[in-house]
């Protein structure tokens, strides 16, 4: 399994823009999916967007036409671009990998990184 590691989180206004970053070692994405998940504090494991080996993608209703992901297969790495950030967006950011098709459900994903903390302040 490839080892994942995001980065990019950070504290930052309500209406500004944050870019994470999920980067895979040991093993390269190939043709994996990859998908970005968020946790806040109580509350349980949330599907965020999630993107195919050929660029196909689907996001949550919650940050459709906020947040863009994208894939870099030379540098084996996954962007979620996430603009007009809300408070209601702050979370633990966690990436996952899993083989086949997108999918919606965690459990369906394999491979986790440790996470990245965004904060958004009203």
């Known amino acids: 399994q490839e080892q994942l590691a995001e980065s990019g989180g950070g504290l930052v206004q309500a209406g500004g823009s944050l870019r994470l970053s999920c980067a895979a070692s040991?093993?390269?994405?190939?043709?994996?999916?990859v998908g970005w998940f968020r946790q806040a504090p109580g509350k349980e494991r949330e599907f965020i967007s999630a993107?195919?080996?050929?660029?196909?993608?689907r996001y949550a209703d919650s940050v459709k036409g906020r947040f863009t992901i994208s894939r870099d297969n030379v540098r084996n790495t996954v962007y979620l671009q996430m603009n007009g950030l809300k408070p209601e967006d702050t979370a633990v950011y966690y990436c996952?990998?899993?083989?086949?098709?997108?999918?919606?459900?965690?459990?369906?994903?394999?491979?986790w990184g440790q996470g990245t903390q965004v904060t958004v302040s009203s």
């Open positions: 040991g093993r390269t994405f190939g043709s994996n999916t």
């Open positions: 996952a990998a899993r083989r086949g098709p997108i999918a919606t459900d965690g459990q369906d994903f394999g491979s």
């Open positions: 993107v195919n080996w050929t660029g196909g993608n």
